[in-house]
């Protein structure tokens, strides 16, 4: 199935504005505004494994790919609820949905000649820029907030060789700083999610949800940071509406953490413009964004598509990772649980209805943050090898 052929544009989603790509093209030249990928040949042919297997609906590249075979992650049916299943995304090769762009944005940044790519990041960002920049020879500088970075993933960006700048203050200000370095320093590639062509990649996650369930979902229910991937989502699936190969799109409904909810708390007032959050706080230190620089496409991805967005506190957020640990043998980084608690919450206020087939996008491994495991309560003893086998017993039984 194939949609018109033409030439691949740069859209603004404010004022609409059409733009031939250019490698340092990120903003409306006219207004500012965010821009979006326009491809000018949409294929549905999948073939092969992971996120290139959507080639078709993927940016024509020069180079060839730079992969680890990242997507084809598992789609798990629930054990707790009727008709919901998690995308574990923590099976990805750094343990996040972020590869799935970064397999894209890597490849177009060496088409663009690029040798430093820079991103600034709560985290998961940073280590998948590392990993794939440092698999393509470039060199990988990630700005990062000041005790503010979960240990996992700050031992992973130092492991995959990052040159890491600590910014003393929020991620919010890092991704200032960056964004401001890439302008006026043209050696520097961007790679955060205003650089549409990296969330070209992130929509083959709603992909291969249709592919797994044989059609759309009720519902799509994601963790809202930056708001890149929720947005990524609903031009997937609007994308499968117009090659005809869908016949619905499910409703896209968001979770942000009370303290850190600029996008929730404007759909809940019907802002048109959300009111941005100066000092986020909240556990999930992967969602811990104030000012999301893809809310005008969250926005839209949520009203268009009938959804949502709610926000949970860091307790539910909690509790949600426990559950999804010991009675689904999942374990998710708190930003991750957010969806879980976000769907409870949803249930209970009668958005979502029982038994609906809902998605909740579990998008990073729960190992990323060790320090969040560790209110978990433990059952445990400590034994001499030659421990009496029937005292042992007995305190095993007691436990
Ligand atoms: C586990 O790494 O923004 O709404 O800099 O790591 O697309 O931003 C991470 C975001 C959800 C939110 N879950 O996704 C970063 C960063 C996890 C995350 C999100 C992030 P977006």
Not at 2 to 20: F, I, P, Q
Not at 127 to 153: D, E, Q
Not at 271 to 278: G, N
Not at 333 to 352: C, F, N, T
């Amino acid at each position: 199935m194939n949609g018109d052929v033409g030439e691949t544009l740069l859209r603004c989603v404010s004022c609409g504005g059409e733009y031939k790509p250019s490698p340092r093209l990120f903003r409306c030249p006219r207004c500012g505004g965010l821009l979006e990928v326009v491809l000018g040949n949409l294929t549905w042919s999948p073939r092969g494994k992971g996120v290139w297997r959507y080639r078709g609906l993927l940016p024509q590249t020069k180079a060839s790919p730079v992969t680890m075979g990242e997507g084809s992650t598992p789609l798990i049916a629930s054990r707790l609820h009727k008709g919901l299943y998690y995308k574990f995304e923590g099976s990805n090769p750094t343990g996040s949905f972020k590869d799935r762009g970064m397999t894209v944005a890597t490849t177009i940044a060496l088409d663009n000649g690029a040798r430093s790519v820079i991103a600034a990041s709560t985290g998961n960002t940073a280590s998948s820029m590392a990993a794939y920049a440092s698999r393509a020879g470039l060199r990988p500088v990630i700005f990062l907030p000041r005790n503010k970075v979960a240990k996992g993933k700050i031992l992973q960006s130092i492991a995959y060789g990052a040159v890491i700048v600590w910014v003393e203050g929020s991620f919010d200000d890092a991704i200032s700083l960056a964004m401001k370095l890439s302008e006026e320093k043209q050696s520097y590639y961007p790679m955060n999610s205003f650089n549409p062509w990296r969330l070209e990649g992130q929509k083959t996650l709603y992909y291969e949800v249709f592919e797994d369930l044989g059609k759309a979902p009720d519902a799509m229910v994601y963790p809202v940071g930056n708001a890149g991937n929720i947005s990524a989502g609903w031009k997937a699936a609007q994308e499968l509406l117009m090659l005809g190969v869908a016949d619905e799109a499910p409703r896209f409904l968001g979770v942000q953490a009370k303290g850190a909810s600029p996008i929730a708390d404007a759909v809940s007032r019907g802002l048109d413009k959300p009111v941005f959050v100066d000092r986020p706080e909240t556990a999930a230190s992967a969602i811990r964004i104030g000012k999301p620089v893809n809310w005008q496409k969250a926005l839209k991805a949520i009203r268009e598509s009938n959804g949502t967005a709610v926000m949970v506190s860091d307790e539910e957020i909690i509790q949600a990772q426990r559950t999804l640990a010991r009675r689904e043998g999942i374990i998710v980084e708190p930003a991750s649980a957010a969806s879980y608690a976000g769907y409870l919450r949803m249930l209970e206020e009668g958005l979502i209805d029982r038994g609906d087939t809902v998605v909740l996008v579990l998008t990073g491994h729960g190992l990323k943050d060790p320090a969040s495991l560790e209110s978990m309560v433990s059952n445990e003893i400590i034994v001499k090898p030659s421990v009496d086998i029937d005292e042992l017993d007995r305190t095993l039984r007691a436990i």
